[in-house]
């Protein structure tokens, strides 16, 4: 028996990693700062670890109901009429407890998806939403955001929607664009599709992060928009704990019941203990704590947009989320992103992800995309570093 790998099936051949995992490990190779991958890697509310801690003392460490323990889902409604204002949620039959955002996403697709329905997708894209899409057999219509703001490309959407539109994903705050939505556009995405059945599919895992007076809207906070529009999010990005796998979809109770049976026939249900933590934490938490999340992800912002802007990297300032992403032709013209990822670790430690992971045709997008989740001091030391950057590379 030596020929293991004759034994794949097609999908595990076809497979291709993101980038951001190969620069993970690079980085570590040489003892650098990662700015690549969207871990958060901020500490986690000194709450929320006691309450994980008191709850599984407490004994709750058994599966769950597959759609998550009825304390977070009762939590969810009620944060979810507050700050997105999606109110009257039946948490019995419309919140669902995940895996995080990607469990949410991979319900989703599950159960809306055959081979050939098509889906459209803003570009640049969270590469992570266009393999899972890939691995059910969609076809991707790809709409671009254009500029340095990321318009919508509104004829591309209305040529790319049809009868076999399955959904439009909208992430907003988008990564790694930084993209926030605003009312105009979901209420114009509404119209394009108002004559196909499509749902829209909406990932706001950053919803808390918008900056400069942009503020988060959920699709489905809009009445015409409700009944089509199935909402992502998770407690990844805000409470810091990615490794938890602590999120949720809401979607309306036809469309929740399959991927409640879809995932529990996945993986049963999202850490017990970990669901009660993140109830405790969405209980215990007011505004303040948000506002003061908000505040401390556009101030890393501002420190960065600056630091860039003086070691000669022309960055797109995000109107939300917590990365950066930025053109780096002005100081390596003619590079490509993985090349310049890769010249970048080599000669500064720190690491980015490259183009080629966001976008089809990264010849045509030289940029990069910086993780911001860090204390300041690590993300003062990356600035120092790439300083070197600009007569390095000139
Ligand atoms: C847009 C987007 N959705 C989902 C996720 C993953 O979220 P989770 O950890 O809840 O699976 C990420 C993480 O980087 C993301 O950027």
């Given at each position: 028996m030596s020929d293991h790998r004759a034994l794949l099936s097609q999908q595990a051949l076809g497979f291709q990693s993101p980038a951001l995992r190969q620069i993970t490990l690079e980085v570590q190779a040489v003892g650098g700062i990662n700015l690549?991958?969207?871990?958060?890697?901020l500490p986690v509310p000194e709450f929320v670890l006691e309450a994980a801690d008191q709850a599984a003392k407490a004994g709750i460490n058994r599966y769950t109901n597959p759609r998550g323990l009825e304390s977070l889902r009762v939590a969810l409604a009620n944060k979810l009429a507050h700050f997105?204002?999606?109110?009257?949620?039946?948490?019995?039959?419309?919140i669902l407890v995940t895996c995080g955002a990607t469990g949410a996403f991979e319900g989703v697709c599950a159960s809306l998806l055959n081979p050939g329905d098509e889906v459209v997708i803003f570009e640049p894209y969270y590469p992570y939403h266009v393999q899972a899409l890939k691995r059910y057999g969609a076809v991707i219509r790809f709409v671009m955001l254009r500029g340095r703001d990321f318009e919508v490309d509104w004829e591309g959407l209305e040529a790319a929607v049809?009868?076999?539109?399955?959904f439009v994903l909208v992430n907003?705050?988008?990564?790694?664009?930084g993209k926030v939505f605003n009312q105009g556009e979901l209420k114009r995405i509404g119209e394009i599709l108002e004559r196909f059945p499509a749902l829209i599919v909406t990932d706001?895992?950053?919803?808390y992060m918008a900056f400069d007076g942009f503020a988060h809207l959920s699709p489905a906070s809009l009445p015409e928009l409700r009944e089509r529009t199935i909402t992502i999010g998770g407690y990844s990005k805000t409470f810091s704990?990615?490794?938890?796998r602590i999120g949720y979809a809401v979607a309306p109770a036809e469309i929740a019941e399959p991927i409640a049976s879809v995932l529990d026939a996945v993986?049963?249900?999202?850490?017990a203990p970990l669901q009660e933590a993140v109830a405790q934490g969405i209980v215990r938490f007011d505004d303040a704590f948000y506002r003061d999340l908000n505040a401390k992800y556009e101030r890393k912002r501002n420190m960065f947009v600056d630091g860039l802007r003086a070691i000669g990297m022309e960055p797109?300032?995000?109107?939300?989320?917590?990365y950066l992403l930025s053109r780096y032709d002005a100081i390596a013209?003619?590079?490509?992103s993985m090349e310049f990822v890769r010249h970048m670790i080599a000669s500064t430690g720190v690491g980015a992800v490259p183009s080629s992971d966001f976008v089809r045709h990264p010849a045509t997008a030289p940029w990069v995309r910086f993780c911001l989740a860090l204390e300041d001091d690590r993300l003062e030391r990356a600035l120092e570093r790439l300083g070197s950057l600009r007569p390095a590379v000139v």
């Open positions: 690549g991958q969207g871990v958060s890697q997105n204002k999606i109110d009257y949620l039946d948490p019995e039959r419309e049809n009868d076999k539109t399955k907003t705050p988008g990564n790694p664009s706001e895992i950053y919803e704990i990615t490794g938890w993986y049963v249900c999202a850490p797109f300032v995000p109107e939300g989320a917590y013209p003619g590079m490509g």
